[in-house]
């Protein structure tokens, strides 16, 4: 028995050893700097469980006003801090809001603190000091010390259990700090309950509900300890403690397993000898403590903290080495991290028995498909999920498996727009699973029910209380009056409607076809010739006063002007360009969309990105315009596509902390990277075409899952030679800069030939 | 299939209509005016559901203070009031403290209110005035004219559904509110969570989290209407709503089907017919909304009210036809009425499926019992749980196995001392689920695992954090510094171990029933030969100061002064009565105690009790002296039992709705009427011996579920004829006021000689 297991958990060991080491090259630090907001600490591919330091704990208001420093903790790290104020297991990679930071976890010495206390003055609570130079931040392992106690901290996880090793001093008061209250975007009121009972001296469960982005959110735990505690204890924190009565029998501060409020922070004490390791597991849930202990019970059976670090560590080599690449060090730090910032999410969403709890808060069994959750739809669909189609086509199959047991839990019947635990928190706009679900389709890539997706699709699109739909569906546009995003929710949609579109046409439903293809027109509704850019309109059809053309804000769009969404008409670039003007014009005012100067007072409403994040006018810290830089060759001019893409590549991505102009926004921005630095890029995602660039390495390889392999060849590229010559595909030469998605699925070779000279 | 459907459901009609018509008598209405806090609604035997009107909703506090006039309102309804405020489904018969008022129902026209309004003015809010002229309570059955708009209500159920059947006036202003936040014993913060989906236009499926009473306290819902509304709306009542972000791309107000908040209350709107009836039904579950459709769709499958209805009965008739009286009408309604209370708890607390939540939060299935909660343990042990083992055996083993699951699932180890809905509240003192078990254990009815029963007393009765059990143990009484009632927890210590020690020879282990008996003679260790009563005690042994022997508080006993407290030696009345000097010395007592006066200011002290609920000292309203007046036997003075027992049955027990003179405490109060109008009384519930005292009746068939029957005669009883003459027990003369249960269970008549002169 002993045997058989030890060697279950040597095998992807010892496939670790055969493959490429990739994972040296991941420096999960990259975008923890200002705009990016990755978090630095210890995951899984899709898992979970993402075990991170939190450096700082923001409320959402200040005495009734919105905080907005709490934006800067939307992952709950940011290097530029000096101490740590624990390690909780959950967090976005990337978003612009935020949620999560359950169950923070901190070692500590001396005299019990249960408040974090103050950033200036880290002997005010439990938080520590710490300094980047006793910080290492891996794949699947991260370690720190912290100083203000000469405790170290190392992280690693599985799939859905955090484990946590703290390497402690000599002292008689070591104690492990619970925090049940911490959490990411915290609002007054956000905790609804919390639930925890101590089941033995080594062995503690509960829950957490919250009422935040996610308005009804429940994650169970299970906490485990290498070591028995010698006491334990909690306290309430909450303003006004719910009614005791005769609870009060009990002295709950101490000793006492059954706990349950709103606010509680729970410690555990402990002798040790200097240099003794207190290890702790913890394994999530969103089913039950059952469910949680389940998943402790199956995914870490033992205490062996090396051996789950390495196997963590050849999972995401695994999953990394799908792509090989010969490029430079620094190179090959952007990618893989890249690779593993995309690789971070959509997480697996069900415990070890493919139990989830769903939208109705029942629980449900993905019988057929491994359930995920965090889609960051308005971001991902762009890049993400087309870059999944292509090196994760199961994980994306299922991805839309998922997407299709929510919209069948919604009581809305709707496809998610932004879900996370059982949970839409509708952020951002348009219906944008329908891309993601129409490219999968078009794709091939079917694992569910392509029907049934459809009419998923069909009903979303069709619900005319949501976000202007009707009115779009009545009049071509929706009016300024219904929607302050009207005019840019009005080219999502037109976009979206392709996709529908498209999915019917390969399922042979010609109605709908010609319906939405009618739909996918309306971008042409907004534009107004007489400015010569897309312009929000009034209930009368007249457009709305007050144009301005650089700024975002009270002109109908959000995260971008009209001069970038003026662009957003990717599913018809060719309509676009007729309606600005022929490709003449057309390529003239994406030049000055690059090289225009944005006066300061613009820059200023500009969200979530860096001055470093704008190049020109054009925002790649916000993703509208993410497909624009290929606009170019449609226009006959691939040589300022292949321009535009390096130097986006060279000044939005660097290995550095600060590396990201913007949010990663779940894999989106790291997505645009990936595949940009491979060449090509879906400007429309549910289409089967890509969109040529300039590949930025010198040679990549996917192993691709149905066993063929597509090689991309970058003859002399460099950082001058961003230009392509020709490019020749298994042979053959190209006459258009565009390859197919079965070009790359049925395998072979892409050749780009560079030069430092454009080839116009 | 339709056919077979109908013959399942005419079985328990055809059985009515062949057994005796005993609902008839039950009056619902008793105990609703002043202290009984019974309920008036529609519910079946044990049901999961009980359906009533509430006629007030007063907070716990109000402003920051205990409101005592929320005290009233235990059962949420007072015979008094003038207004109702609506119909909810889950309320608790005859307690002392509450929780519960889930889900009110209440159907108005007109301009819509969502306020309940002021019982002084109904126009304020949805409330309407009522009066008992039109009221109408049966068993399963209540009818009620809404005056304020011409409504009538009838509620009928199933065991896990209530089923509301409106008539209507005519008006395109009929609605139907759904109180989503009203409760009994409301606190402030109690709401933790509410969510509610509304699936389609008949059906509305959600849930609330509650922290009161029980701390953790989740109930869902499927509700469906037989009418589709024609609109429906929500209003958020907290005081500061939840972050609600993205949400408000939706209006939430109206026709919006996804809802989440912490106090809600909804409306659904419909065009009514003079004298159209829109029915209503709603099932409850511990588990989830799927659970509770569950529910719905298996026991309640139509729309037939009266079906139901005549179900409902029948189950009554069923039930309450166990035991058939010869007697006066007002003593028919006096006793079915107790006979109905006895049977509406503990409640079944599992769905149809065997699912039910458990103390640790996860679902769990009684796979081979049918799961129960609400066990008022401190009142219930004395009698009612007795009188199950009797008549309703199946039921009570049960019961002890929902006691031994909670045990199972309690992360303190505790047997539950009062639980409701997988909590504990802790209520009152004591450890008297081993009072249950034993008498299961010794009375032979143990579908449980007797063993494992026993360990669960033993570890119950050693858990040395538990009020004042380590002190207890240590020093044979607990110190009056260490509980405020250390006296009278010191004897209910006693008696309870005394039951351990009696099922720990039952099952062989001489072991602990010499350790449990030792414990069982405690009582002695508190009585103060000095002043002659027991009496508190200090650490240092000393008995405690400003000794008040009619005083209730501060003295070291709980509802009850030591005038009544000095008698609680239920296990051993012999002892007793050499303590206090022999039994003349006793029977004097005994007789002071029923007879002295007892000063207005000590009246006052008495917890919820009415001046009629106390007899001299003695206080029939509070359990501690239930089996008092059955210890005269003990002193060889029968008669003055019987006289006394039919004292307080005359005075105690009206067929009113004032007549119960105290809490009926979840049928305890009940239950002594039961035992004591049949004609004899479980003085200690662990021993199988019954003190016989003087019928009330003439004449009592019981049968039981061995199929055998057990007939009580009592020959020329009357008011005057309450003095026994002679006891014959099939045919044979009975030398002492006793029989066993074995004599009860083996079937046989025992007649009672009655005669107007006491047989000295």
Not at 44 to 68: A, C, H, R, W
Not at 298 to 314: I, V
Request: charged share 20%; with cysteine; glycine share 8%.
């Amino acid at each position: 028995m002993k045997k058989r297991f030890l060697l279950l958990w040597m095998l992807p060991l010892s496939l670790f050893a055969q493959q490429k080491n990739v994972v040296q090259y991941v420096n999960p630090l990259i975008g923890t700097q200002r705009m990016g907001h990755t978090f630095p600490g210890a995951t899984v591919p899709f898992g979970m469980v993402q075990l991170s330091p939190d450096t700082d704990t923001i409320p959402y208001e200040m005495n009734g006003k919105y905080n907005p420093d709490v934006y800067k903790y939307c992952a709950g790290y940011q290097y530029d801090d000096k101490t740590i104020v624990g390690f909780s297991h959950t967090h976005f990679s990337g978003t612009g809001h935020s949620d999560l930071g359950d169950f923070l976890v901190m070692p500590t010495v001396g005299a019990l603190q249960l408040n974090p206390g103050i950033a200036t003055d880290t002997k005010t609570g439990f938080r520590s000091a710490f300094s980047h130079a006793n910080e290492k931040a891996e794949a699947g392992y991260y370690k720190v010390k912290l100083d203000d106690d000469n405790i170290t901290a190392e992280l690693t996880a599985t799939t859905r259990t955090g484990f946590h090793q703290y390497t402690f001093p000599k002292t008689n008061d070591a104690h492990i700090i619970l925090d049940l209250m911490h959490g990411i975007y915290n609002y007054e009121d956000k905790d609804a309950w919390t639930f925890v009972r101590v089941e033995n001296d080594t062995l503690v469960t509960g829950y957490r509900q919250t009422a935040g982005w996610a308005r009804t959110r429940t994650v169970y735990f299970a906490m485990t300890f290498s070591k028995p505690f010698k006491e334990y204890g909690c306290k309430d924190f909450s303003k006004k403690q719910v009614y005791r009565g005769f609870w009060g029998k009990f002295n709950q501060t101490k000793n006492f397993p059954d706990l349950a409020g709103k606010q509680l922070r729970m410690f555990f004490n402990f002798n040790t000898e200097e240099g003794e390791k207190i290890k702790v597991k913890m394994a999530l849930s969103s089913v039950s403590t059952e469910g949680a202990l389940l998943n402790l019970r199956t995914e870490a059976p033992n205490w062996d903290f090396e051996e789950t670090k390495a196997a963590a560590q050849a999972a995401w080599n695994t999953e990394l080495a799908k792509i090989n690449i010969e490029a430079s060090e620094a190179e090959k730090q952007n990618f893989y991290t890249a690779l593993y910032h995309a690789f971070l999410g959509p997480t697996v969403y069900m415990d070890v028995d493919r139990k989830y709890k769903g939208l109705d808060q029942n629980v449900h069994t993905a019988a057929n498909f491994t359930n995920y959750t965090t889609f960051s739809l308005w971001d991902t669909y762009r890049a993400l999920h087309p870059f999944f189609n292509i090196i994760q086509p199961t994980r994306n199959g299922d991805m839309v498996n998922s997407m299709l047991a929510h919209y069948d839990q919604s009581v809305l019947k709707m496809l998610p727009i932004w879900s996370h635990y059982s949970n839409d928190n509708w952020c951002m706009s348009g219906y944008h699973s329908v891309s993601v679900i129409a490219d999968a389709i078009l794709k091939g890539n079917t694992s569910f029910d392509a029907k049934h997706a459809l009419e998923a699709c069909v009903t979303t699109a069709t619900h005319s209380n949501y976000e202007g739909i009707g009115s779009y569906v009545e009049k071509g546009f929706i009016p300024d009056e219904k929607l302050g995003t009207s005019a840019s929710t009005t080219l999502e949609y037109a976009y979206d409607d392709w996709c529908i579109a498209q999915a019917a046409n390969k399922l042979g439903r010609t109605d709908l076809y010609e319906t939405f293809s009618k739909r996918a027109g309306s971008y042409k509704n907004i534009f107004d010739a007489n400015v010569g850019f897309m312009r929000a309109r009034k209930e009368d059809g007249s457009f709305k006063n007050d144009f301005d053309a650089l700024s975002t804000h009270g002109q109908g769009f959000i995260e971008g002007n009209t001069w970038n969404y003026s662009f957003f008409v990717p599913q018809d670039p060719e309509g676009l360009i007729t309606l600005m003007g022929g490709k003449k014009k057309f390529s003239a005012r994406l030049d000055t969309l690059f090289t225009m100067y944005l006066p300061d007072k613009y820059f200023a409403e500009t969200e979530d990105i860096t001055r470093d994040g704008i190049i020109g006018t054009y925002v790649h810290g916000n993703e509208p315009a993410h497909h624009v830089a290929y606009l170019y060759n449609f226009a006959g001019q691939p040589w300022k596509t292949q321009e535009r893409v390096r130097m986006i590549l060279k000044h939005q991505y660097k290995p550095a902390p600060d590396g990201l102009g913007g949010n990663d926004d779940c894999g989106q921005m790291s997505a645009w990277y990936l595949f940009s630095t491979l060449g090509f890029y879906p400007v429309a995602p549910g289409a089967t075409v890509y969109q040529l660039g300039s590949p930025a390495i010198n040679k990549a390889v996917l192993q691709l899952e149905n066993k063929n392999t597509f090689t991309v060849e970058a003859i002399n590229q460099s950082d001058k030679n961003v230009y392509v010559q020709k490019v020749v595909l298994n042979g053959k030469q190209l006459e258009q800069p565009a390859i197919t998605h079965e070009d790359i699925m049925k395998g072979g070779t892409l050749t780009f030939y560079m030069t430092d000279k454009p080839k116009k």
